[in-house]
C-alpha cells in the first residue's frame, strides 16, 4: 500500500486534523500523482460539518486535485512520470451505463460516479481526496494539465471550471446571445470568464454594489444590481441563458422573468430547501429551469485545453493546509476572491 | 358590421346571458366563419370569473372554434367559401419580431398576440371569441379543417389539442422513450392521445383508481396512482419526459424525481401560486423544467392535419349554449370526459 499523508476531518465538530492513511498500490491502469495544489469548494464545508448527511470520517476532502505524476501502471498510455495532472470530483464510474458510455460520467446510473472523496469506491474501500500529498487514480479520470498556465490557479478549473463550462456548452451559449450570471464567488467568476470568452454579452446580477468593478475585470460587459427592482423589470425577457451560482436561498422568479422565450436558467449552486416557481413566467415564454452537475471526463479535458489555449484559470488565494479552518470561515463570509487553493508544499511541515 | 349574436358574461359573478353584438366586415384578408361548435376550455372559466384580472366585459369567450367559410375577402386564397375552417386562441399577432417570423406567434413578443377573446385588436376594439354565430378573422390565423374527422370533437383540438401537440413535438416525444402524463381531464386525454400516437411508452399519473380504464383506453400503455409514494419509487429515474396538465396546487418534485438524466418536464396546466421546486434532483440529472403556451399557426395546422391523418379527436359531451352555466360547474367538478363542446345550432332557439 502507498503511505499517504494530509489533513481529515475527523467528525462534525473538530478543526482538520494530520492525517495519515493508505492508498492503493498503483496498478496496471493507474495514475500516481504527488499533489501540488488543491482547490477548497464549499461542498467541502458541506461534507466535512455532514451537512447532506451520510459523512464518511475520517474525512480527507478536496477534489480540485493538481499535481506532477509519480508513478504509472503498466497499461497507462495517455501520460508519464513527470507530467502535469489532475483529479477532479469523480475517480471512477460503472462504465457501461448509457451515461458513461456517451462520456457524461457525472450522470452515472448504476448508480452513480465513485465521488472523490466521502465515498466508497467499488472494493468498498473509502475514497479520499486532495488535501493530501498524493493520489492514484485510474486513468480513466485522470486529466492532462498544460504546463502553459499557473498550475495552482487551474486546480479550481477541475470543480468551480468545469461546473460552469459545461451548462454554458450544454445551451450553447456563444455569439449573438445574452448571458446573465447570478452570484460572484467561486464558480460565478469562471461563468464569468467563461461566458465571455465564449461571445456572449455578459451581464453579472449581484447584491453588493462593490462587486461591480471586479465583475467588469472578470468579464462581465455590465453589472445589474438586483435589490432594485426597477432594474431588473428594465431587462425582462431580454436574456437568452442565466447560470445561477448561488446556494442561499433567493427567489428564482426574479431572474426566470429575465428569460426570452425558449430561455434556459440553470441552477448549479443548491439551494438547501425548495424555491417557489411560478408557472406563469414558464408557459407565457416557454422558459426552462434545469440543473446541471459538474461535467464528464471527455468535457473536462476539452475545458482544460480550452483554458490553456485561451489563457484562463480561477482567481486564487494560495493557503497553508494549517489555515484550512480560517479558510473555511472566510469561505462563509464569502471573503475570498474566488477561490482558496492549498499549497501542498505547507503539508511537509506538518 | 357584421351582426353577431352570442353568449357573453356581463360581469364575473353573474351567468353568461344572450348578448348582439357586431363584428367588422370581411376585409381584403379576411375569413368570415359561421361557427358550427365551440369547446369549453378551463380558461374560458377563469377569465368570465376574472380570476387572472382584467376582465373585459361583456366578453363572448370561446377559443376553440369551427365551423364552415360563410365569406372571403378579395385576397384570401387559402380557402373558399363552404370550406370548414377554425380559430383557435389568437386572431392576430405583430407579424414582425422574431418569434412570429418563426411562426410561434403564441410568443410574439411584440407586445404579444392578440388573443380570440377578452383582449383588444391592433383597432384597439374587444375581441369576442367563440360562443356565438360567427367569427371574422384574418386568413393569417384561421385553420383547414379537414371533413373527415367528426367536427363537434375537432373543436378542442384548437386549444387542448395543440397545448399537448407543441410540447409532445418540441422536446422530441417518440419512439423508446417513457412519457408520463399528469392529470386526466381536456389537456391530459390530448396528451393521452398524441404521446402514445407518436410512438412512447406513456404512464398516466392520477390520484384516482377509477380512471385506470380510461386512461388505457385513451392511451396510457400504463397508470401509476400517486397517492401512494411506493409507486412513484419504483420508476424513479426514468422518464424522459412528463407533461404535467394540472392547475390545481401540487408537488411537482414528486414528478421531477421520476426523470431521467436530460429528462424534461413541461407544465401545460398553470397553478396560481409558485410551487416549490428542489434543486438537487435538477442538479443530479440535468433535469429541466418548463412551460409550453399553445403551438403557433404553422404547428397548429400541421397538428390538425396530423389528426386527420390519424383519426384523432377529442372526446367530447355536447351541451347547448342554454346550459353553459351547468357545464362551467360541471367542469370544476372534473365532471365531463373530456370536454364540453358548445352546439351552435342551440343558439338559435335563444
Redesign the interface.
Known sequence: MLKSHGYAAYDKTNPLKPFNFERRDVGPGDVQIDILFCGVCHSDIHQVRDEWGGSIYPMVPGHEIVGRVAKIGSAVKKMKVGDLAGVGCMVDSCRTCA?CREG?EQ?C?NPGPVLTYNALDKSGAPTYGGYSNNIVCDQAFVLKVSPKLNLAAVAPLLCAGITTYSPLR?WGVGEGQRAGVVGLGGLGHMALKFARSFGAHVTQFTTSPGKEEDAKRLGAHEVVLTRDPENLKRIA?SFNFIIDTVSAPHD??LYLNLL???G?MV?????E?????????????????????IGGIRETQEMLDYCAEKNITSDIELTPIQKIDDAYARMLRNDVKYRFVIDMASLKSS
Chains 1, 2 share one sequence.
Open positions: 451515461m457524461e450522470y446510473e450544454h425577457g428564482l422568479n426570452r422565450t425558449n434556459h441552477l448549479v449552486g443548491a439551494p430547501k425548495p424555491s417557489p416557481v411560478a408557472a406563469f413566467p414558464l408557459i407565457m415564454k416557454r422558459r426552462s429551469l434545469s440543473g446541471s452537475a
